[in-house]
């Protein structure tokens, strides 16, 4: 059983190994679908499965890219999210996909829900929450290299769980490396996200890297080719933390460079800098 002592005011989730890593091996039939992630692929879709329950604690992540302790309190199975009541007593909707248990009884993969481990798709656990993911399933996929390794390894979840913060992301350390690789495969597809005119939200409310909600005026900035919008918390390249409603940079995101993020402050006269000061100033007041 993994613990996690986190509120709203925390900025990650730091624990202690829990699980050692070790391939599963079960005399078990493949499964012709994998995961939901891999319909990109080609693969049939699943019949929707649920493994959380009413009461049980998750790690839930907010808009502004961080994850937090709450509570279940209402399961949608048909939409596949549920209603989360957090320790600061603020609640809502989550889809399953931006949250995960604190504990795992079964030993099954966290995406597909499947139990089978066989070549070249077997079951790894992480090494920090102690799920199972296969290679498959997980984003980006795990490389075999991994599973011969005797050095820890991390899921996605728990990378950005020890990695984001205020201020930007961990820029320095093993998780910080990881993250920068994870960073560069996104957890769905960019082409199915339905916009507003002014390319500002979504109507699946996903963004960044983490795929989590968010709000495009507080602290996230827009790349400028793909034009999604980042967490504060999620993104490398700030030297230091940005200014509710300042979207003054020029910002490529690691999925659009294939590598680290690109940032550039726009130029901005003196006069400009005031208006815009002043503008924002009067945003937060209404």
Known sequence: MVF????RDSTGAGNSLVHKRSPLRRNQKTPTSLTKLSLQDGHKAKKPACKFEEGQDV???WSDGLFYLGTIKKINILKQSCFIIFE???KSWFLMSLFKSTGSGEMVCTICQEEYSEAPNEMV??????QGYHQLCHTPHIDSSVIDSDEKWLCRQCVFATTTKRGGALKKGPNAKALQV???TLPYSVADLEWDAGHKTNVQQCYCYCGGPGDWYLKMLQCC???QWFHEACVQCLQKPMLFGDRFYTFICSVCSSGPEYLKRLPLQCWQTHQNLKDMSMFWRH
């Not at 996690?4 to 509120?7: D, E």
């Not at 656990?125 to 102690?130: A, F, T």
């Open 59 to 61: 790690l839930a992540r």
């Open 182 to 184: 994870m960073k560069q």
């Open 125 to 130: 656990i992480c090494d920090k929450c102690g």
């Open 88 to 90: 600061d007593s603020s």
């Open 4 to 7: 996690y002592s986190l509120n």
């Open 225 to 227: 080719k793909c034009k």
